[in-house]
């Protein structure tokens, strides 16, 4: 595993140079030991994005980009259909939280980080970011995290997680396979923000349900305080949107219609999210129901623009 790990770190360190962030260069190489796969990618901007926008532009209190990680994921369920559920990741450079909640959710056991993306002015800034949550996530997703020398070729872990540890999901994503246990888009909960999809197993149609709540591991009782006492501006809470995204990777699900149906107003990184893994329907049950302004914000922009075809 030593050596593969290395190879495939070394793959997303040749493609870095390919991303077409002015400061912030990340590649990520996402692959799959016993299934023979891996799949490569840098952070970007969406094509949609990028053309209507420009790199600039702040789709509510985010950023237009979908970072490496993501990428990955997205790139390898959707595109390649591959299942993302036991795969490691190599990145150059350590993961954000959101990436961690995201490869909880996708089912990624490992994560191999590039020694001197420790050393970069952008990892500088942000290390308390990982330090005091990206590896809390990893530790309670049972996701292992090592550091990685590719000249001496030595691996050096940062937590690992015991095989046998099987992390608490407080609400499963729910997916059916029977038409008849199928659920109205129309009356999905309004009082726990829920997102809702029709989504290809294979040639079944499948209908798949997922709710915010607490990062994979996480008890929203037993880590309450925790979960309402955030260290950084980050996140405990792993929004619907994400939930059902990442769901869909990790089982290779693919989202019929480009359509999603979610019952408030989704958060500024799920719209990019959204954007980033093809979809372009979104239906909203409750469009006055929002986390915060910058989802409305958000909203407005990609409505004005025909980013997004809402129907409410």
């Known amino acids: 595993m030593?050596?593969?790990?290395?190879?495939r770190l070394q793959q997303a360190v040749d493609i870095v140079h390919h991303s077409s962030h002015p400061q912030n260069r990340i590649a990520a190489t996402l692959f799959h030991e016993q299934d023979g796969w891996a799949i490569s990618q840098v952070n970007f901007w969406p094509e949609i994005i990028d053309k209507t926008f420009g790199r600039d532009a702040r789709i509510g209190n985010s950023s237009g980009t979908i970072h490496a990680e993501t990428a990955c994921l997205f790139k390898a369920a959707f595109e390649n259909g591959h299942k993302c559920q036991g795969a490691s990741i190599a990145v150059t450079d350590p993961p954000c939280p959101n990436c961690v909640k995201n490869m909880a959710e996708a089912g990624?056991?490992?994560?191999?980080?590039?020694?001197?993306?420790?050393?970069?002015?952008?990892?500088?800034r942000r290390i308390e970011y990982f330090q005091t949550l990206s590896v809390r996530l990893a530790q309670k997703a049972g996701i292992s995290i090592y550091e990685v020398n590719r000249k001496d070729g030595s691996i050096v872990?940062?937590?690992?997680?015991?095989?046998?540890?099987?992390?608490?999901?407080?609400?499963?994503?729910?997916c059916f396979s029977d038409s008849h246990q199928f659920r109205s888009p129309d009356t999905i909960s309004s009082e726990i923000k829920t997102a809702l999809a029709y989504c290809l197993n294979g040639t079944k149609t499948v209908q798949v349900v997922a709710v915010s709540h607490p990062a994979l591991g996480f008890d929203s009782i037993r880590n309450d305080y925790e979960i309402t006492h955030p260290e950084t501006k980050y996140s405990y809470i792993q929004e619907a949107c994400n939930r059902l995204l990442m769901y869909a990777t990790r089982h290779r699900l693919i989202i019929q219609y480009q359509t999603v149906h979610v019952s408030e107003t989704p958060t500024s990184r799920e719209f990019v999210n959204l954007i980033g893994a093809g979809i372009t329907n979104i239906h909203i049950s409750d469009t006055a129901k929002v986390r915060d302004e910058y989802s409305l914000q958000a909203k407005k922009l990609l409505e004005e623009n025909g980013i997004i075809n809402f129907n409410e």
């Open 2 to 7: 030593s050596h593969q790990c290395i190879a």
């Open 157 to 174: 872990p940062i937590t690992i997680a015991d095989k046998a540890y099987i992390p608490f999901n407080e609400k499963p994503v729910q």
């Open 108 to 124: 990624i056991d490992n994560i191999y980080i590039d020694h001197k993306g420790f050393h970069k002015d952008f990892a500088k």
